[in-house]
């Protein structure tokens, strides 16, 4: 019996520490199969004898798989903090792992961890996300393979080595420690960071790539002539450090930029450089550390010289021999960089110092899974990824959750930490097609002898009266026999009818021509208000109906000048000029007030109007305040120009603004003080402010950077970057919660979450943007380049809508509205009717 023990103890060893979860069935059964058969049958003799022992072996493991659970429990934790281990908060598909002395692969589940020497491996469209907790996080995209080379050194410090064998990492390690090291090494470089945001990735021929977008990366390449060299004798074993110091340099990778590192290059050069170590240790002798203190340059000199007399014409390398011989290295001859691509930004927005976890026990898992598998899974509005997905999320936050698959019924529901949802998808109920209203059956045609019938009319059978006739005799006459021809009563099948077909959304309902050129580019921002669409262009208001008439073209006085995008508010059209006038305008474009006391604008910061006040932004003269009438009510002076348009909050009582230096100032009205300044660290807003009475947000032009803030305080609530919209023409548009943007290619369109900053939609329509999206009922119009109308629904992330014309009616569209069952769009000519 002890013996056997023994055997459980050695088994449950083997077992617990080669799978990351073990179950209790798959143990017992592969302890039946490896352990129990192999006894020998004489030991096996005797019921009784078995099951004592069978009992036995249940108790013992009972008992030990208790106290193993608990134990490594509590040791698994410590590892975790100390940063020994590394804890997986998110599964995407298919990820496995391999422990260091298994020989098998075995899937991956949020929760569970990776230590020293372990390998994790991603499948197709499938990835997970790592954390050293309170230290870095890693996003491991799909079909990639990495190893965990180390983690923690002797000492205690961090000392992370990544290899990464194939794929692609996104990293954020928080900032290193002296004395800490973080580095990801492929086949042909070593990346070693401090504090960085980035991504790096190797390719299926080796070469490695490396982007960042914080911080900076130190990258070497590697080569084997020098360790080749050694073993040859050509270089002391005490010289290879400094020698390979010396040749390969590391290249320094900054923010906004990426490298690639070509493994042909590298490959070719590795050839030339132990071609020139044989040679220079054929002149000089074996290279050792002496010669090296004493000649280190004239020897790396000579062999990156000779190196690149071997290997470059000056077309294959990125620069020449003379340059590589001055900096003793030739590290930058088989690399080349770029600017940051956009899918690169996208990913490295994914990687931030605000995920990484900082306590595990505030965590719970949540599984979600869909039949079948492949939906969209958006966990409070973010989206995850294709299901299976596991997560590690927060204990005390409520989460809602939506399903997306096509052909599928969307399923929307609410989850909780904990929780293993199974969700089974509906399929999607498709339209039944409806006849062609010109599908009518015609009547039959048949005997020639008959007339043709228009509407056949069958004539009643009468009985007439019988009346008796005195009866006389007549000759008898012989009269000739004729037949009648027989007629055949046609059979006439009266006509189907065919209701009209209903329209569809995205079916055209009417165009008609516009009496006024309305190109994009030649209007500000239209404004919908009322029941009317406003556009500015030039020194001219324009008024549309939403039944394709003009109804007003006003000429702005003076004439000449540029004006703004008009702005509703206070039940008024509001725009001012380049020439210091402000305008007030009734629905019906008459003209209520104008004042010249407003000094010259910057044609894109508009004044608002809101809660009786209208604040007018000037050049020189700082924010301008007037009442509903057009009486100055405050002046607010400022040092700095004014380049974006303020908001009027809290029913007239608060303004907010932003000046040419990015200090953003909440202003009181009423008591004509300064409320608050913050700096956010942006420079100048030009952008207009967008909001609510809870959160304004501001987009910075420069970067991309979007921040939400508290217009009471000025409190940072949130920050976010879409790298895309940087330096974009189309201005954020702001409803209903939701603020949308346009890239700056105009190809893309965002939608985030005022209250939070989270992105709820990316969708790239495959063609320009034009004109400004409108937002109404949580679904965002847009109208592209190609004449085609778009409607996307928040909710459900899908197009709802889509009209295309014909290709000989493509226009450019300038203005897209919605209103009820209906989508309005103008383009130069026309505008269009569209069912919504």
């Known amino acids: 019996m002890p013996r056997r023990i023994d055997n459980v103890e050695n088994f449950l060893r083997d077992y617990t520490y080669t799978h990351n979860r073990a179950e209790f069935g798959d143990m017992w059964k592969s302890f039946y199969?490896?352990?129990?058969?192999?006894?020998?049958?004489?030991?096996?003799?005797?019921?009784?004898?078995?099951?004592?022992?069978?009992?036995?072996?249940?108790?013992?493991?009972?008992?030990g798989w208790f106290a193993i659970t608990k134990f490594s429990a509590v040791q698994m934790k410590g590892k975790i903090d100390s940063g020994e281990a590394i804890i997986v908060t998110m599964t995407v598909g298919q990820v496995e792992a391999m422990k260091t002395a298994a020989k098998d692969w075995n899937e991956l589940y949020s929760d569970d961890t990776l230590e020293m020497g372990d390998t994790v491996k991603t499948g197709n469209k499938s990835y997970c996300e790592l954390q050293i907790i309170n230290k870095g996080m890693f996003r491991v995209e799909s079909d990639t393979e990495l190893v965990i080379a180390s983690l923690i050194g002797a000492d205690g410090k961090l000392d992370a080595k990544m290899k990464l064998t194939k794929g692609e990492v996104a990293i954020k390690p928080k900032k290193l420690e002296s004395g800490e090291v973080f580095e990801v090494e492929t086949s042909s470089a070593v990346a070693a960071v401090r504090g960085t945001t980035f991504n790096i990735s190797v390719d299926?021929?080796?070469?490695?790539?490396?982007?960042?977008?914080?911080?900076?990366?130190?990258?070497?390449?590697?080569?084997?002539?020098?360790?080749?060299?050694?073993?040859?004798g050509q270089i002391s074993k005490d010289s290879v450090d400094e020698l390979t110091e010396e040749l390969m340099k590391p290249v320094d990778v900054v923010p906004g930029e990426e490298m690639v590192l070509d493994q042909k290059k590298l490959d070719k050069l590795d050839k030339a450089i132990e071609k020139a170590i044989d040679e220079v240790a054929k002149e000089k002798g074996p290279i050792t550390s002496e010669k090296m203190l004493a000649s280190k340059a004239e020897i790396s000199g000579a062999i990156v010289t000779k190196a690149m007399a071997d290997v470059s014409s000056g077309e294959e390398l990125n620069v020449s021999s003379k340059e590589l011989v001055n900096a003793y290295s030739i590290s930058a001859s088989v690399v080349t960089k770029q600017e940051l691509s956009e899918e690169n930004k996208k990913k490295l927005e994914q990687v931030t110092e605000e995920k990484i976890v900082k306590d595990v026990e505030l965590l719970a898992k949540l599984t979600i899974n869909s039949t079948p598998a492949g939906a969209e899974i958006y966990l409070n509005d973010e989206f995850l990824g294709i299901s299976p997905v596991q997560k590690m999320v927060s204990k005390d936050k409520s989460y809602s959750i939506m399903m997306v698959k096509e052909g599928f019924e969307n399923y929307t529901g609410s989850v909780v930490p904990g929780q293993v949802v199974n969700i089974e998808m509906k399929v999607e109920m498709q339209n039944v097609?409806?006849?062609?209203?010109?599908?009518?059956?015609?009547?039959?045609?048949?005997n020639a002898l008959v007339p043709s019938l228009k509407d056949p009319v069958d004539t009643p059978e009468v009985d007439k009266p019988k009346v008796d006739k005195p009866k006389v005799d007549k000759p008898k006459v012989d009269k000739p026999k004729v037949d009648k021809p027989v007629v055949d009563k046609p059979e006439v099948d009266k006509p189907i009818v065919v209701k009209p077909k209903e329209k569809e959304a995205g079916d055209l309902i009417w165009n008609k021509p516009m009496s006024v050129s309305l190109a994009p580019g030649s209007l500000n921002d239209p404004l919908y208000y009322q029941g009317k669409i406003y556009a500015t262009s030039e020194d001219k208001l324009i008024i549309l109906s939403l039944d394709g008439e003009v109804l007003k073209t006003v000429q702005v006085q003076p004439a000449g000048q540029s004006l703004t995008r008009p702005e509703a508010g206070n039940g008024m059209i509001m725009f001012s000029s380049d020439k210091g006038m402000l305008y007030a305008y009734k629905p019906n474009g008459d003209m209520a007030w104008k004042s010249e006391s407003g000094t010259p604008a910057f044609?894109?910061?508009?004044?608002?109007?809101?809660?009786?006040?209208?604040?007018?932004?000037?050049?020189?003269?700082?924010?301008?305040?007037?009442d509903k009438n057009g009486s100055l009510k405050a002046n607010v002076e400022s040092k700095e120009v004014i380049f974006s348009s303020p908001l009027i909050l809290k029913d007239g009582k608060l303004l907010v603004y932003a000046n040419d230096t990015g200090d953003v100032i909440g202003y009181d009205i009423q008591n004509k003080t300064k409320k608050w300044s913050q700096a956010f660290g942006i420079k100048r807003i030009t952008y207009p402010f967008v909001g609510n009475d809870d959160v304004v947000i501001i987009l910075e032009r420069s970067t991309g950077i979007l921040i939400g803030f508290d217009p009471e305080t000025g409190k940072e609530k949130w920050r976010t970057t879409i790298s895309d919209v940087k330096n974009t023409s189309v201005n954020p548009v702001y409803d209903d919660g939701?603020?949308?943007?346009?890239?700056?290619?105009?190809?893309?369109?965002?939608?985030?979450?005022?209250?939070?900053?989270?992105?709820?939609l990316e969708k790239n329509v495959k063609a320009k943007i034009t004109g400004k999206p409108y937002i109404s009922k949580k679904v965002v119009y847009i109208g592209t380049s190609e004449g085609k109308v778009i409607g996307y629904d928040l909710s459900s992330k899908k197009e709802v809508m889509k009209y295309s014309p014909k290709e000989e009616d493509a226009k450019e569209i300038s203005i897209v509205v919605a209103e009820g069952e209906n989508v309005y769009s103008v383009d130069e000519g026309e505008m269009k009717k569209i069912k919504n």
Request: glycine share 8%; with cysteine; hydrophobic share 45%.
């Open 33 to 63: 199969q490896t352990r129990i058969k192999e006894e020998s049958m004489a030991e096996k003799k005797g019921g009784l004898k078995v099951f004592i022992w069978v009992f036995c072996f249940l108790l013992v493991v009972g008992a």
């Open 738 to 760: 939701f603020v949308i943007l346009v890239s700056e290619d105009k190809t893309t369109v965002f939608a985030v979450k005022a209250s939070s900053g989270t992105k709820v």
């Open 433 to 446: 097609a409806v006849a062609d209203p010109t599908n009518v059956v015609a009547p039959v045609e048949t």
């Open 603 to 626: 044609t894109e910061a508009s004044p608002v109007a809101s809660g009786g006040v209208v604040a007018v932004p000037t050049m020189d003269k700082g924010m301008q305040v007037f």
């Open 204 to 232: 299926d021929e080796g070469s490695t790539k490396v982007a960042v977008s914080e911080g900076k990366v130190a990258v070497t390449p590697k080569i084997n002539a020098i360790d080749n060299a050694e073993k040859k």
